[in-house]
């Protein structure tokens, strides 16, 4: 599977970004990927890839991918998850969710160390995960919230 992520700076597509993506596995909320380096697509602005073949295809995944400190955090961060349909080599996108992802407010717990998804109410959560750095140790971020 090939992961895919998009970046804009002030509005404008961005190739000169060094993207870093992690990814959690749902089944048991553990990291799958920590800050591992994606590849910017040649000839097309903006967008960059990561070959994600080495994760199991039996599982979903939810993705954060940070875009870097040189963009504002409204453009920064990139989320997905990966669904996977009775023919596990094709993979599918819950639209809704992803668009709840991408759209409503986010939060980083300190004290627990975890990323919360909200709903469209914008303070009911609808995900939580742990977050790791690339050592699998646990660690927050100092971004705290975003807002929409």
């Given at each position: ?12 597509p961005i190739s000169s ?53 040189s963009l504002q955090d ?30 409503n407010n986010w939060r ?41």
């Open positions: 599977m090939f992961i895919v992520a998009f970046f804009r700076k002030n509005g404008s970004l060094t993207p870093l993506l992690s990814a959690v596995k749902l089944n048991d909320n553990t990291c799958a990927l920590a800050s591992v380096s994606m590849t910017a697509v040649n000839g097309l602005a903006g967008l960059y890839f990561y070959d994600a073949s080495a994760l199991d295809d039996q599982y979903e995944y939810v993705f954060m991918v940070d875009g870097g400190a409204s453009e920064r961060y990139v989320f997905g998850i990966s669904a996977y349909t009775c023919d596990l080599s094709e993979i599918t996108v819950d639209s809704e969710i992803s668009r709840k992802i991408n759209s980083i717990d300190k004290t627990n160390k975890q990323l919360i998804f909200y709903d469209d109410d914008q303070t009911t959560p609808i995900y939580t995960f742990d977050l790791y750095d690339e050592r699998g140790k646990s660690v927050v971020n100092p971004i705290e919230r975003r807002r929409v």
